[in-house]
Each structure stands twice: as C-alpha cells, then as structure tokens.
C-alpha cells in the first residue's frame, strides 16, 4: 500500500533465481484501504507499484490469488499479462471456472491488452477417484488448454509448514514434478 518500500518486503533467494514477498497478516487491511480510494485508482494499485520494481530486472512475477473476487483479484487481473485458472477437480468448481472467466472477460473491457489466459490448472487430481478423472474429462471437452493437473500429494501440504518449497522439501515427491511439469507448460524452466 506504499508504506514499505519493495526491499522491505522481499525475501530474497529463497533459492537460486527466486524472491519471494508473503502476503502477511496486513493483507486485509489493504483490501480496506484500496475501498478507501477512488474507483479507476483502486484497480490500478498493484500495476503502480510493480511499475516501481521494474529495475529489479525479475523475468516473471508471479501472484498468488484467492479464488473470491475482491479488490486485490481485480489489482492482480489488471497488473498481470497472463492469468492461469486453477480448477479443482471437484463438479462444483466448473461452474465457478465460468464465473471466473467471465471476470477476466470484463477486467478486458478496460484494458489497453487483453489479458490472456495461459490455460486451466487441474488441481487437486486424485487418481484413485472416479470424479477427478470425470471432472478432468468435462474441462478437456470444455476448455482449450489445460496444463498438466497438479494431483494430491501430502508432500504439497507439509512443505510451507517447514518454510520450505516443494523442490527442497522432497524434490522427489508427485507435488515436485507436478509443479516442474506445470513449470514447463508456461515455458517458465
């Protein structure tokens, strides 16, 4: 919200190539203050302030968003380029999918770019379900481009609980080459 500079809030080299910036506990209270301001410079907040880093040199940024539609989605929507839609391999995440498309089709309206949906996320896949690969199946038929599912994996879930990344948790673990499969569908290893 511009009360700390960007050095003060990165950790840098977590690993080789990658800084990392944790929402924190503050982070509803920006949603509050982005309420605060008028319309056109609320959604415009988060673009301002990555603008400011740009001497950074950081190849890719990524956000992490909650699923709900609140002010720091649209602050997301409007600074990225590109958004991946994570879907959980549930029946009642594809409608929710449609929500969400249809939120970046009118974040688009007000755009100079239209952002571009890199592809649907499976998430959650479990293979020993009738429902993941059911629900997997509906998304291909439904979807253009969907990126390799991220299946179920304990691993995924103990990691951030030591302040550890996946890769140096168990680099070994489905979670790992889930997310290095992911990794290389965005063209990002």
Not at 39 to 55: C, F, Y
Not at 67 to 77: G, I
């Amino acid at each position: 919200m511009g009360d700390t500079p960007f050095t003060g809030l990165v950790t840098r080299e977590i690993r080789p190539g990658l800084d990392l910036m944790v929402a924190g506990a503050r982070l509803l209270e920006a949603e509050e203050k982005l309420r605060e301001k008028p319309r056109d410079k609320r959604r415009t907040r988060l673009a301002r302030r990555l603008a400011e880093i740009e001497a950074e040199s950081y190849e890719v940024v990524i956000l992490d968003c909650p699923p709900s539609q609140t002010l720091l989605l649209e602050n997301a929507y409007e600074a990225a380029d590109e958004v991946v839609l994570p879907a959980k391999l549930d029946p009642l995440s594809i409608p929710a999918l449609d929500r969400t498309r249809l939120l970046v089709k009118s974040s688009n309206a007000a755009r100079e770019r239209p952002l571009k949906i890199d592809g649907i996320l499976p998430t959650f896949y479990d293979l020993r379900t009738h429902v993941s690969s059911d629900v997997l199946e509906a998304l291909r038929e439904r979807f253009t481009k969907i990126l390799s599912p991220i299946r179920i994996n304990a691993a995924l879930a103990e990691a951030p609980s030591r302040g550890q990344t996946i890769f140096d948790f168990d680099g070994s673990a489905r979670g790992a080459v889930d997310y290095a499969l992911l990794a290389e569908d965005l063209r990002l290893d």
